[in-house]
């Protein structure tokens, strides 16, 4: 089984925007593409009626590129069920102390730090400089 992915409204706002000057946002705005292109069907894709909203509204032109990025992504319902299963499974994952301290060490054990996305943003810039 694939792992599961909630897309919000950021993915389709990148891929479908005009290039961006700003180099952060270009560095983001290529990561986004190269994951759409390349890595997305690894995935189950996942949506939510606010993302579809929020994806329909602004400039038609520009919405309307968005939601052609998002045509056949299933939408997620959001029910009372669905959100007591929810809590139901944070729950009990709070409730297994090995699991808990497990995913707290995972966490912890991350590297968030600035250094590692820098050298990834470099590399990403490399690349959008020498397509240009």
Known sequence: MKPKV???????SYLTSRPSRDL????????????WNDHRDRFSLFISE????EAASGDAS?????????AG?????????ALDGAIDRALARA???????????RAMESDFG?????K????VYAQAAARR
């Open 6 to 12: 909630y897309l919000e409204t950021t993915i389709p």
């Open 24 to 35: 952060l946002v270009a560095a983001h705005q290529q990561l986004t593409s190269d994951w």
């Open 50 to 53: 606010r993302v579809l909203r």
């Open 62 to 70: 520009a919405a309307a590129r968005r939601l052609a990025e998002l």
């Open 73 to 81: 992504v299933p939408q997620l319902e959001f029910t009372p069920e």
């Open 95 to 105: 409730a297994d102390e090995r699991a808990w301290h497990a995913m707290m060490r």
């Open 114 to 118: 600035w250094e590692r996305a820098a």
């Open 120 to 123: 990834s943003y470099g590399q």
